[in-house]
């Protein structure tokens, strides 16, 4: 059965509102000396509050034992099944500095590099030059570099990484990389699988040959790889498959990208932790769904700074009486993954989950934790059926079957 | 989803050491006047220290509901789908007796069986002749018996059974029993479904004429039936799956069959408990995976005998220590299915499992049993996702997506 296919035919349009507060990589271990993880050890009167009303559970983002990406751990959280949707790296690339891809674009991970006079790769990452002199190389390429037959795009991302987009008909995304993952040898030539695949080759091609005569004489990124060839498919949009006016307040541009990938609507937002609440309220009658999305629970636990993931925790749960003085008929909130202090990664937790709504059947969890939610109603489930679930408790599906 | 073939694209060959200890028929039910199962009933410190630290959960080997056999118990143990991957009967018969199968060999039982002058069937079992006797007569059959276009191989299983392979290209399993089931029938017909089955039909037509004939004289058995069929398909070994060089410490054929059947090392090992340990130990240092399997926990729960099962359980928990004492980077203490003495069968109940890493989420549970598990962070969950779970405690598992 496929649930996302089941709940767009019973989905309907209702004025009832559902927040997403999505704390990146909430979910965590045991940290200090109590066997309590971040969540467990922060001060979270209103959560808990919310926890005694509410339901709670643990989700899996992929499946038992399997560390989400960013990209599947949010397809999951949108109700997308993560492994059919999976988002190639060059498309998620393009998103995380938030490029409008279109359907049938193909996107790839360009890796500025270092090359001796054999043509040999002696540095892939070019020393790492700064962002700035990247934005230099992208802007110095893209005034003399012809192709024909399609449009290009070619954009800058961060220190030695940039991403190209090709814009035509038919174009596919069978080829291989260029880099050949070791210094010492020459870049790989480009072989591709299929028709489409060998369109993009040629388009490919004309780009290299050109891109390598206008970097010879720069010095130390003397020459580019290609990566991660993706061929960008459009998703159904949340207004598709759940009739859903669907808005995203997320600062960082991947997950705005993200976003963007399943036809939110995507609202400038400031730098600051208020900021993402501010626009909330400022927007507040004007969608019934509203993805926020919190990046720094995540920094912290990829940083292995359990107190400072524990004070970002904190830090939202002050903010929670302004989501619930606006009265959503749905609040959820969780993270799209675990990332543990401990392990400084994304890991495979199952990650909390706590959903608040009128229409909930109460549990015995007291408080929002880890442990609290093994107690919880929801028990623990696959997170592609959050969606589901949010819809329900917002009375927006129909009865199955007569 | 296929769990194993996600795992198996993520997987990563690692250091780190997994012991799986599998208690045969672990699960089971209430016995006696205070309604503990066998495992509750057992005095286990030492397992109950690791339920404390690790996690507890209980796992349905194929669906709830369903008993497995130990094929597929193993099967989702070892993390394949038990459905997908079902054994033949013959296959499973040449395991049990430790025969080396090769891929594209056609396994078939066989039941030494007593016919009257007429050649109808008056015992399907030949009055149970003893071992010895089933030794001698396929001793007899394999001196006299030609076959052409393959070869052939026949060993005593026990008592009345024996199995029969026939190794040769292009063989089919799509045939019938000759077995009529009943008494007072003579054995049936061979016929083939398909072309490759045919040319098995040739081989075991040729083996049938003359095996009666040769049998003719013997008492009681004088003829022999032909059951399950079985090509025997090559199983994607552990280290191509999970890059795990695995061992297979197990005193019974059967187990050390089905090891064998996903390519892990067989050890031999002497008949005691402690055995089992003492080659563990040895070990140590040569694999990253350790099956080690005990068999008597469901012989007694066969045997009805829950004093019995207790004490087995007891005797293990005494021998945890050494284990322990090994420092592996995941434990996993479960069973196959469950074998409720009050049954004295395999049962559908879930398994209970428990899993010591220092990359685990604590849970609520302070002991192993039945009741401790419904506590457990692991939830309720597939047996198959086992060994996706034991691999990302280990961090044996790259990052699913970017």
Redesign the interface.
């Known amino acids: 059965m496929d649930i996302q296919e089941l709940v767009k035919s019973l989905a309907r349009e209702t004025d009832s509102k559902i927040v997403f507060l999505i704390m990146d990589g909430l979910?965590?271990?045991?940290v200090g000396e109590h066997?309590k993880?971040e969540l467990e050890l922060a001060r979270t009167p209103n959560m808990d509050e919310l926890a005694k009303k509410g339901v709670l559970g643990?989700a899996d983002p992929?499946?038992?034992?399997?560390?989400?990406?960013?990209?599947?751990g949010h397809l999951a959280l949108f109700g997308y099944?993560?492994?059919k949707y999976?988002?190639g790296?060059g498309v998620?690339e393009a998103l995380g500095i938030d490029f409008p891809l279109q359907a049938g674009d193909v996107a790839i991970r360009i890796n500025f590099c270092t090359v001796d006079e054999k043509g040999v790769v002696i540095d892939r990452r070019a020393g790492r030059i700064s962002t700035e002199e990247n934005a230099r190389l992208c802007q110095k390429l893209k005034e003399k570099i012809k192709i024909e037959g399609a449009e290009y795009f070619l954009e800058p991302v961060k220190e030695h990484r940039a991403v190209l987009v090709f814009r035509g008909e038919g174009l596919g995304d069978k080829l291989n990389d260029t880099d050949p993952q070791l210094v010492g040898k020459a870049p790989l030539e480009l072989s591709a699988e299929d028709e489409p695949s060998r369109r993009t080759k040629a388009l490919a091609d004309q780009f290299l040959s050109q891109a390598k005569e206008i970097l010879k004489d720069e010095h130390p990124a003397n020459m580019l790889l290609l990566r991660g060839f993706a061929k960008f498919h459009r998703y159904p949009s949340f207004y598709e498959v759940y009739k859903l006016k669907a808005c995203a307040i997320a600062q960082y541009p991947m997950y705005r990208g993200l976003a963007r990938l399943v036809g939110m609507e995507i609202l400038d937002v400031g730098d600051k932790l208020e900021d993402l609440f501010g626009v909330l309220e400022q927007v507040w009658e004007r969608y019934t769904f509203f993805f926020v999305h919190i990046k720094k629970t995540d920094s912290a636990g990829e940083d292995g700074d359990w107190a400072r993931k524990v004070e970002v925790i904190e830090a939202v749960d002050r903010l929670i009486p302004r989501v619930v003085a606006l009265k959503p008929d749905v609040l959820v909130i969780t993270g799209d993954h675990s990332t543990?202090s401990?392990?400084k990664?994304?890991?495979?937790?199952p990650v909390p989950v706590l959903i608040w709504s009128e229409n909930v059947r109460r549990d015995l969890a007291e408080e929002f934790g880890?442990?609290a939610c093994?107690?919880g109603a929801l028990?623990?489930f696959p997170m592609q059926y959050l969606m589901s679930l949010a819809m329900a408790y917002a009375l927006k599906l129909e009865r199955f079957g007569a």
Chains 1, 2 share one sequence.
């Open positions: 979910g965590g271990l045991p066997g993880t643990l992929i499946a038992p034992g399997i560390s989400p990406g960013s990209g599947p099944d993560p492994v999976l988002i790296r998620l543990p401990k392990l990664a994304h890991s495979f937790h880890e442990r093994l107690q028990g623990r």
